[in-house]
């Protein structure tokens, strides 16, 4: 069996909020109970909401909750060089391709909304930029290729037809900055992650990865995705809805282990995470056999 190699992969918007501690507890949960290590890695690729002293609050913050990494963070603002290999790479293979359209002008072309709620990319400039381009997309295989099934072990299996939910996506955005999913794609194995554990939120992203991973020839990993943290008004908590930032330490990680569904009682941190991963194996496997009932909402 390969070994297992688990990661945190925070975007630095701001500190860790209720939502992102979960992220946190589970990846590295999952990465202990298989005796795997387990890495953090900054996704810091979108410079426009990435929030200056946010990673060094967030790498704090998981000090203090006792979640250390097992190897030096990686920073993705420092990976350029090889998010332009792999677009080289697709480039050369045809798999690529350059992009001139506009937001407006794919309003304007009538681009359908997909059931995910974004805009379906409807292969304007497949044959060659209509202009200056702007972004660098995807070609995605033709017909039933673009249909990925894959396994979450808490959602069981998924399928999406990813030229009906987006199209042809973003691989490199307009204002230079790499998109979320090649930058994730190519670290992910760059790093040997074996196992993705993160908030169910990324689900709606994990057919688009996949199907990147087979362009550049990567492996996939395996995933599991995390029940969301949810507001008295039942919204998902997320940074950019402002939500609170937790108080690091042992009251954060007990809440963080009940949204997880583990009783954790413990007064310190140490105790909290030990009484967790006592818990963890029984509730990965509820979650397989599909005999979890989520968290309240
Ligand atoms: N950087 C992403 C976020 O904070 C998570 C990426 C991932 O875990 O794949 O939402």
Redesign the pocket.
Known sequence: MSRYVGRF???PSAGLHAG?LV?ALGSWLDARAHRGSWLVRI?DVDTRRSVPGADGLILRQLAQCGLYPDEPVWWQSRRGADYEQALLRLLQQGLAYPCSCSRRELELAGAVIGPGGERVYPGTCRDGPRGEPRAWRLRLPAGEAACVHWHCARLGTQVDAVDRSVGDFVLKRADGDWA?QLA?VVDDAAQGVSD?V??ED?ASSTARQILLQRALGLPTPNYLHLPLVRDEQGRKLSKSEGAAAVRPGAQALREAARALGLQATGDSVQQVLEQALAQWPRRRRQWSQGAHALPAR
Do not use: D, I, Q
Request: no cysteine; proline share 8%; net charge neutral.
């Open positions: 992969a925070p975007s992102s992220a996704e979320y994730v993705v993160r908030g990324l």
